[in-house]
């Protein structure tokens, strides 16, 4: 389905500040249509002024749809053209007059009868969408009255909360151009419901509300209290009561608060309701997340364990690096020598990438910083006097810490390897070039490629290399860490040029193989 975005540039002549208006509006429309019991159909004016076009559709969470099919981009344009088009254009173009009187008179225009046309009764109601003193677009809203029944007083005081939401859309008070941070799950209707007059006294809580509110001690009644009051008085001794928390109880100001008390957290979201200029009082949705912030915390506390275990494997890592580096100097046979530095490099590259782990809360590095690292490192070990320069093009990009580690190891060896080789008397450069092939939107269960080229212009293969037969434990430990363990493919040749290319090609994601 075409964005928002999208279709207001494709149909329409809206400016910026319209259209974001519009996003704002559509982010936050799930309340209006959740207290209306109602679908939502945003329309806006086509860019040639003939007619409308959906543009945005909400249905209602606590009550039947009126609209099976999506409306979004479909069109309304001069009586005719609907009659032509048949169909579902056809149908809708009966409710265009209620639209262009919206629009035509920038108030909230309503049917005297219901709608029989979809086969189930609808009642018809249209809100011009104003930002500042400027008509932008129309909302439809559709009550389906199939299962029309005496409403209860949560019911009204729902469809209440609804109608002065709509007269606030109407006049360009809502949405607030100075709402604070929502969070990532903000409360809605269904999870409580409290609706306080201009003192900000509670005048109807819902069964949620109320039930969480007993969770945080509450003994008496909600209605005829002051809700910034009594929050205040349940929040947890020590916890923070700053003038935010008291504002969002109190219904002041549009913003979102949390309050702990007795073991559990309170989720609260002020609605300040503004009609005609004059503050009414306000709308307090409640929900309980204290379930959400235990496992929050505990998962805080898992990845900060997580990282504490990265963080000690480094250091140990690092230790043993040491004891080597000291044994190898304590050595007079070249052969021993040699092999301990080798050690202590291998070493060294996996230290690496637990040491950027330790720094971040997930299993994913940036490896483009520890191919840095790990190139650098390599060359400087393995220097035999020449004059050597690596660097890095392209990009690796995140990486699991299952492909990065032994990658690391490969990276080291193969760097190793054309410095000690290809580069071992006479000054040269190590180029390691990076390229992904990520898989196209929608297909990203099909995984993705990393393509890596290490090109030196050294003194190139010998004549009987043969990659199978090796004796080099380095090039052994590449094969193996590559086709076994990263399940990707090997190729090293020479150069036309001179010099050696070694060419690898690996899935982007690891996968395990579960035990049988």
Same mark, same amino acid.
């Given at each position: 389905?075409?964005?928002? +975005?999208?279709?207001?540039?494709?149909?329409?002549?809206?400016?910026?500040?319209?259209?974001?208006?519009?996003? +704002?509006?559509?982010?936050?429309?799930?309340?209006?249509?959740?207290? +209306?019991?109602?679908?939502?159909?945003?329309?806006?004016?086509?860019?040639?002024?003939?007619?409308?076009?959906?543009?945005?559709?909400?249905?209602?969470?606590?009550?039947?749809?009126?609209?099976?099919?999506?409306?979004v981009e479909t069109v309304l344009r001069d009586e005719a053209a609907d009659a032509a088009a048949g169909g579902r254009a056809a149908r809708l173009s009966a409710r265009r007059t209620l639209i262009d009187r919206a629009w035509s008179e920038g108030r909230i225009c309503r049917e005297g009868d219901p709608d029989w046309s979809g086969g189930v009764p609808v009642r018809e109601e249209t809100i011009p969408v104003r930002r500042s003193a400027k008509l932008i677009g129309v909302i439809q809203r559709s009550t389906n009255?199939?299962? $029309?029944? /005496?409403?209860?007083?949560?019911?009204?005081?729902?469809?209440? !909360? $609804? !109608?002065?939401?709509?007269?606030?859309?109407?006049?360009?008070?809502?949405?607030?151009? @100075?709402?604070?941070?929502?969070?990532?799950?903000?409360?809605?209707v269904g999870d409580g419901l409290l609706r306080l007059d201009q003192d900000g006294e509670v005048v109807y809580a819902s069964p949620n509300a109320l039930s969480a509110y007993r969770r945080l001690g509450l003994t008496a009644d909600l209605v005829g209290a002051r809700l910034d009051r009594t929050t205040l008085d349940l929040a947890a001794a020590g916890d923070a009561r700053d003038e935010s928390l008291t504002w969002t109880a109190g219904g002041r100001v549009p913003q979102e608060a949390e309050v702990e008390g007795r073991g559990s957290t309170i989720q609260l979201r002020s609605i300040p309701l503004v009609v005609?200029?004059?503050?009414?009082?306000?709308?307090?949705?409640?929900?309980?997340? /204290? *379930?959400?912030?235990?496992?929050?915390?505990?998962?805080? /506390?898992? @990845?900060?364990?997580?990282?504490?275990?990265?963080?000690?494997?480094?250091?140990?890592?690092? /230790?043993?690096?040491?004891?080597?580096?000291?044994?190898?100097?304590?050595?007079?046979?070249?052969?021993?020598?040699?092999?301990?530095?080798?050690?202590?490099?291998?070493?060294?590259?996996?230290?690496?990438?637990? *040491?950027?782990?330790?720094?971040?809360?997930?299993?994913?590095?940036?490896?483009?910083?520890?191919?840095?690292?790990?190139?650098?490192?390599?060359?400087?070990? !393995?220097?035999?006097? $020449?004059?050597?320069?690596?660097?890095?093009?392209?990009?690796?990009?995140?990486?699991?810490?299952?492909?990065?580690?032994?990658?690391?190891?490969?990276?080291?060896?193969?760097?190793?390897? $054309?410095?000690?080789?290809?580069?071992?008397?006479?000054?040269? !450069?190590?180029?390691?070039?990076?390229?992904? @092939?990520?898989?196209?939107?929608?297909? *990203?269960?099909?995984?993705?490629?990393?393509?890596?080229?290490?090109? @030196?212009d050294g003194g190139g293969l010998p004549a009987d290399f043969d990659i199978e037969s090796t004796a080099s434990l380095g090039l052994q430990i590449v094969r193996t860490l590559i086709v076994s363990e990263l399940d990707g493919s090997l190729e090293i040749k020479p150069q036309e040029n001179g010099g050696t290319k070694v060419a690898i090609e690996l899935p982007v994601e690891r996968r395990i193989e579960p035990y049988p």
């Open positions: 389905m075409p964005h928002l +975005s999208d279709l207001i540039r494709r149909y329409t002549a809206l400016k910026t500040a319209d259209l974001e208006w519009f996003h +704002s509006l559509v982010s936050d429309w799930q309340l209006l249509a959740d207290l +209306s019991f109602a679908d939502l159909v945003l329309w806006v004016r086509l860019r040639d002024d003939s007619g409308w076009v959906a543009v945005s559709q909400m249905r209602p969470t606590t009550g039947p749809t009126a609209f099976q099919d999506d409306l009255l199939s299962s $029309a029944r /005496t409403p209860s007083r949560l019911e009204l005081t729902y469809l209440q !909360s $609804a !109608s002065d939401l709509a007269q606030m859309i109407a006049e360009g008070e809502f949405p607030f151009n @100075d709402q604070g941070p929502l969070m990532v799950r903000s409360p809605r005609g200029g004059v503050r009414i009082g306000a709308l307090v949705m409640v929900r309980d997340v /204290t *379930e959400l912030r235990r496992r929050e915390r505990e998962l805080m /506390t898992k @990845d900060a364990t997580i990282r504490e275990i990265h963080h000690r494997v480094k250091n140990n890592l690092q /230790t043993v690096a040491a004891l080597l580096r000291l044994q190898s100097r304590r050595l007079d046979v070249p052969e021993g020598r040699a092999a301990l530095d080798e050690a202590v490099r291998r070493v060294g590259s996996i230290a690496i990438v637990h *040491e950027m782990l330790s720094h971040t809360p997930d299993e994913v590095v940036d490896f483009d910083d520890i191919a840095d690292r790990v190139i650098e490192m390599a060359a400087e070990v !393995s220097s035999t006097g $020449a004059a050597v320069v690596p660097r890095r093009s392209g990009q690796f990009g995140l990486l699991s810490a299952l492909v990065a580690t032994p990658l690391s190891m490969v990276l080291a060896e193969l760097v190793q390897n $054309a410095v000690e080789h290809g580069l071992r008397y006479e000054p040269g !450069s190590i180029e390691v070039h990076a390229r992904r @092939d990520d898989p196209p939107l929608g297909e *990203e269960e099909n995984g993705g490629r990393l393509l890596i080229e290490v090109l @030196d």
